[in-house]
């Protein structure tokens, strides 16, 4: 048997259930499905008081909240809105003086391995001092700051830094090209970028900065008046005088002692740029109250946190699983977490299970792909198989980012998980700011595959175009129909944009639209999330919008006439990127078209990065259009996958192109 086959099929005769094991029930906070179906009643019964109830229990306000949610101006709704209080407070001022103030909060792994811990009070400090140090360049409440920056304890101290002066971050994943970079400082109206010398992945020295001075030149950033950088190797790097500082300069004289700015429970905490289905990236706004309610509370729900575990969350800062389960949910949870600078295949594919032996691991959230591409390194090399570590540490596992075929699941069960470890399928958004879909470890009956049942005040359904419900076992759009604290709240600059693309009038204009199409099994109700259903890509977990892809090929005006970017299913990154392309010049073949495959991958990855260079580019002397002018997507994608052509060609115009589009570079 293939050790990664496609899951489609195998999804479909799923029926092995996981109930959950004595010692993830024993304890729990969510013990059984008759306390989950407790919680779901209380939230439905009266939706308002359980969220007051909970935003009480687990924040710290400096001003309390009359109105639990204003629902006056739907869909812009608004939680907790005349209540105040800091982000950064509850995740670190409020744990001193107690248990927590000197327990580990971060343990740091380099790229090459070594290891730095900080304590909650440590990590206090580290962030108040930042704080001061932006204060000083003139940052306060309500300014833009993005960051582009490796992963470690800088990024996460700015994050928090940012938040403690009420300043909104923007984090830009360090894997984004200058352009990419520059559209986002644009559109933010950053004033100033944190950043590095470098970043360091896989012993490579790769820069950052150097990548913002370039996305700086290109115009539109006059409002940039500082650039913090730090200097993670000792390699030289090119200073702007007056405009650029290290991070020693910045901090040079400041204290230790800064106080945290209570802000208005809507005040934008952070935007995070994501993929949609048209050309430009989507600034999702996320409120401070709901946000860090929600990253906490799913600590606690999801992971059912305990105080002596040791969590590690392996995404980036610069997506949204990094924003919440790296940067916000662990500190307001108290937890000590592990973060990883490098990468998982460095100095071999036994890195991941290397660290959680090393760290005694208890909680571990990492995605499908990484999975996948271990399970592959594991099966060509035994040396690097997870079974030659000792993972007994380990309580719980934890899937994101796409989703996981069965065969991944049942290994992540066997060889990570010894059995032993309930597996969270969490299905979220960078819109949804948290878990929403997803199993509660000592509670749900898990089956491979399926993302199971809403967490409590979660209103998920599955619809068809007119929002009439779905049976269970017919496939439809998934919609969420009542808000939640840690929804997004508009699109940066775009809230037109914003009502567009969550809450179509065909469905009311008040119910949330995930993009995402699912399923509910015929047994149990339990979903399943069968991809998006707009113009959006999973590639490795990573969101990549077919036009963005489209207009970064044509805006290679020397050469590209036109581009078309369709998915194609692929066993290890999920889905692949395909591009066809009508060139300005005529047709390539052979050497040629590779060498012009090449050239258009590289342009890609200039315009946005190198995760969105197509893995296919097939040339035609034209696209597949109908009469109308229309291109056939839906015949792209049958190309894509190598699919037999079934479908009625006769509305063609120009039918001998199909030919052409067989071959792939
Ligand atoms: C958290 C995150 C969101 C898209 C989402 C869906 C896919 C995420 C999933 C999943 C199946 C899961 N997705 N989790 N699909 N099962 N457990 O990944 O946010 O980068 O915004 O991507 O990822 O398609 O719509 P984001």
Not at 37 to 60: G, H, I, K, T
Not at 366 to 376: C, D, E, N
Request: glycine content about 10%.
């Amino acid at each position: 048997m293939n050790a990664v086959p496609s899951s489609i099929e195998s999804v479909l005769v799923e029926n092995r259930v996981f109930p959950p094991p004595p010692q993830a029930v024993q304890g729990a906070r969510i013990g059984s499905m008759a306390a989950y179906q407790q919680l779901v009643d209380e939230a439905r019964a009266d939706p308002d008081a359980f969220w007051a109830r909970l935003a009480r229990e687990n924040l710290a306000w400096t001003k309390p909240f009359s109105k639990t949610l204003d629902e006056s101006k739907a869909p812009f709704f608004e939680w907790f809105a005349d209540g105040e209080l800091n982000a950064s407070a509850n995740c670190l001022d409020r744990h001193m003086g107690t248990p927590v103030e000197h327990k580990t909060a971060i343990v740091f792994e380099s790229d090459d391995g070594k290891v730095t811990r900080l304590t909650y009070r440590e990590l206090l400090t580290r962030v108040a001092r930042f704080a001061n140090a932006l204060k000083a360049q003139g940052i306060q409440k309500g300014d833009r700051v993005v960051l582009y920056m490796p992963m470690g304890i800088e990024g996460v101290v700015a994050m928090q830094a940012c938040a403690r002066l009420g300043a909104t971050h923007s984090v830009v994943f360090g894997g984004f090209s200058a352009k990419a970079l520059q559209e986002r400082i644009v559109d933010v109206g950053a004033v100033a970028v944190i950043t590095a010398n470098f970043q360091m992945r896989g012993g490579k020295e790769l820069p950052l900065k150097a990548i913002v001075d370039e996305a700086l030149a290109m115009g539109g950033c006059e409002a940039v008046k500082t650039v913090l950088v730090y200097e993670r190797t000792a390699s030289a790097w090119p200073r702007v005088e007056g405009r650029d500082k290290t991070f020693a300069e910045a901090l040079q004289g400041v204290s230790d002692d800064c106080p945290p700015v209570p802000v208005g429970a809507e005040h934008p905490l952070f935007i995070l740029y994501t993929s949609g289905s048209t050309g430009k990236p989507k600034g999702v706004q996320h409120a401070t109250g709901g946000y860090l309610l929600w990253a906490k509370l799913t600590m606690d729900w999801t992971f059912d946190l305990r105080p002596e575990d040791v969590f590690w969350c392996t995404a980036d800062i610069g997506w949204i699983t990094g924003h919440s389960y790296v940067a916000y949910g662990p500190l307001a949870a108290g937890a000590t977490q592990l973060v990883f600078e490098g990468v998982p295949t460095f100095p071999d594919a036994g890195r991941f299970w290397k660290m959680i032996q090393d760290h005694k691991v208890s909680i571990f959230y990492t995605a499908p792909t990484a999975i996948r591409s271990l399970i592959k390194a594991a099966e060509a090399d035994g040396k690097v198989h997870p079974d030659r570590y000792d993972l007994t540490s380990l309580r719980l596992l934890g899937s994101v980012g796409e989703p996981i075929n069965p065969e991944a699941w049942m290994w992540f069960h066997r060889h990570i998980g010894g059995e032993r470890c309930p597996i969270v399928d969490t299905f979220w958004q960078t819109e949804t700011g948290g878990h929403v879909i997803t199993p509660l470890p000592g509670a749900t009956p898990l089956v491979p595959g399926s993302c199971t049942l809403p967490l409590p005040g979660i209103d998920a359904a599955i619809v068809d175009e007119t929002g009439n419900e779905m049976p269970n076992g017919a496939g439809g759009m998934l919609v969420i129909r009542r808000p939640w604290p840690s929804m997004i709240r508009t699109i940066w600059n775009d809230p037109e944009r914003f009502k567009k693309s969550y809450f179509p009038p065909e469905l009311g204009g008040s119910v949330y639209l995930a993009g995402d199409g699912a399923v509910r099994s015929a047994d149990r109700g339990y979903f399943r999330i069968t991809g998006r259903i707009d113009d959006v890509l999973n590639v490795s977990g990573h969101r990549m919008g077919t036009m963005e892809i489209e207009s970064a090929l044509v805006s290679k005006t020397d050469l590209v006439a036109e581009a078309a970017v369709v998915g194609r299913p692929d066993d290890m990154t999920g889905e692949a990127i395909c591009a066809f392309v009508v060139l300005k010049r005529a047709r390539p073949t052979g050497d040629e078209a590779k060498a012009i495959a090449k050239e258009l991958r590289d342009w890609v990855a200039r315009e946005i990065g190198p995760i969105a260079k197509p893995r296919d580019i097939r040339f035609g002397e034209n696209l597949p259009k109908t009469r109308s002018g229309k291109i056939m997507r839906r015949l792209l994608r049958s190309i894509a996958k190598g699919e037999a052509i079934t479908q009625d060609t006769s509305t063609l115009e120009n039918p001998q192109i199909l030919a052409q589009l067989g071959e792939a570079y």
